[in-house]
T-cell receptor
Framework: DGGITQSPKYLFRKEGQNVTLSCEQN?????MYWYRQDPGQGLRLIYY???????QKGDIAEGYSVSREKKESFPLTVTSAQKNPTAFYLC??????????????FGEGSRLTVL | AQSVTQLGSHVSVSEGALVLLRCNYS??????LFWYVQYPNQGLQLLLK??????LVKGINGFEAEFKKSETSFHLTKPSAHMSDAAEYFC??????????????FGSGTQLTVLP
């Protein structure tokens, strides 16, 4: 079945450590996105990529980094510069720019807790 | 600029009762409107969407929503709640096609509880 796989589902980190969240899709979608979800705040866009080897900052990119070396993969690194990294992180994908209909396909999320 | 307001962060209904989740939007251009549902510890999935045409749209699991331009609303309804409907629901607005999810704005969500 086609879909988006995020790993790990749960992750604990000590302050000062960088962590990388994995996101893989087999939907053949060009565009991929990372969102952060905090209680009562909806979803906030961190980074997005519309094509391989290109990505753009979203609304809350500070303290995060991404890469897009393959169409199927869009890993997110939460760096030690992120002041409040404890959150639920969601990866999503969509059909390519120019044909976007508003439908995003989401992974099951990764819950990061900083100890 | 566009924005979405979901009235009521928590809504409780009895099983079998009407479900009404409210969403109001602002947009400088005719919007595309969406409802997504999120079950505990999972990602979101599309429930229904309005793009153009018929203003009453039907989605999965018996939900429907009506686009009312004069009221700038897109409320979500279901005639009879089921225990399995307990989840968080997000309204979202987007500018018309040609863009990407960069133009998609989510509301803050409404947690629906269904009481036995």
């Amino acid at each position: 079945d086609g879909g988006i796989t995020q790993s790990p589902k749960y992750l604990f980190r000590k302050e000062g450590q960088n962590v990388t969240l994995s996101c893989e899709q087999n939907l053949n979608h060009d565009a991929m996105y990372w969102y952060r979800q905090d209680p009562g705040q909806g979803l906030r866009l961190i980074y997005y990529s519309q094509i391989v080897n290109d990505f753009q900052k979203g609304d809350i990119a500070e303290g995060y980094s991404v890469s897009r070396e393959k169409k199927e993969s869009f890993p997110l690194t939460v760096t030690s510069a992120q002041k409040n990294p404890t959150a639920f992180y969601l990866c999503a994908s969509s059909i390519s720019r120019g044909r976007f209909t508003g439908e995003l396909f989401f992974g099951e999320g990764s819950r990061l807790t900083v100890l | 600029a566009q924005s979405v307001t979901q009235l009521g962060s928590h809504v409780s209904v009895s099983e079998g009762a009407l479900v009404l989740l409210r969403c109001n939007y602002s947009s400088s251009v005719p919007p595309y409107l969406f409802w997504y549902v999120q079950y505990p510890n999972q990602g979101l999935q599309l429930l229904l969407k309005y793009t153009t045409g018929a203003t009453l749209v039907k989605g999965i699991n018996g939900f429907e929503a009506e686009f009312k331009k004069s009221e700038t609303s897109f409320h979500l309804t279901k005639p009879s709640a089921h225990m399995s409907d307990a989840a968080e629901y997000f309204c979202a607005v987007s500018r018309p096609p040609g863009g990407s999810a960069r133009q998609l704005t989510f509301g803050s969500g409404t947690q629906l509880t269904v009481l036995p």
